[in-house]
């Protein structure tokens, strides 16, 4: 059973730091693309950052870059998104995605608040 779960989401003031974490199991994480995704209320889904299989691309949204880093540790089979410097703006509900041909999974998201 293919399972993308998310964790490391909560509530945190402006400026603030979270770490979110995307747990994969069921298939071969390690060669699939990973990526974060996150929806605001009333918006489109949109892209935050990507990571290549092997750890070494990646690509970020030019409204985070600077601020979050992501990585994967695939002997954990775990991607991770590193948020620093939080704005009000980064409230959203982040999704995990993994992605490799015509295969796409998606997790069920963690909620991040920022907020004072």
């Known amino acids: 059973q293919v399972q993308l779960v998310e964790s490391g989401g909560g509530l945190v003031q402006p400026g603030g730091s979270l770490r979110l974490s995307c747990a994969a199991s069921?298939?071969?994480?390690?060669?699939?693309?990973m990526s974060w995704y996150r929806q605001a209320p009333g918006k489109q889904r949109e892209l935050v950052a990507t990571?290549?299989?092997?750890?070494?691309?990646?690509n970020y949204a030019d409204s985070v870059k600077g601020r979050f880093t992501i990585s994967r540790d695939n002997a954990k089979n775990t991607v991770y998104l590193q948020m620093n410097s939080l704005k009000r703006d980064d409230t959203a509900e982040y999704y995990c995605?993994?992605?490799?041909?015509?295969?796409?999974?998606w997790g069920q998201g963690t909620q991040v608040t920022v907020s004072s």
């Open positions: 069921g298939f071969t994480a390690s060669n699939y693309a």
């Open positions: 990571i290549g299989s092997g750890g070494i691309s990646t």
């Open positions: 995605n993994a992605a490799r041909l015509f295969f796409v999974y």
